[in-house]
């Protein structure tokens, strides 16, 4: 059996294997990260090379949270322990 160091290691130097990981990790703190009125209208869709990308249920709600963009990125990137998501795309 290999120590999770190592695996851990191996998945973040695949990037395949690292955004999925990402993504997964995400959608698990979503909610806790952003709280439940925000998650009630975005939620996270996919992570790519640093970005996160997120449907939004409106127009208003996508440019409120472009405003709220860097608090975002802070929390989740604070939730996972590590600096990975760069950057958010609303969609």
Known sequence: ?????????????????????????VSGIWKQAVGERIARVASPVSFDNGTLYVRVSSAAWRNELHMMQQQMIDSLNAKLGRNEIERIIFR
């Open 1 to 25: 059996m290999r120590p999770l160091a190592q695996i851990l290691e191996r998945i973040f130097s695949d990037p395949k294997l690292k955004s999925h990981f990402i993504e997964g990790a």
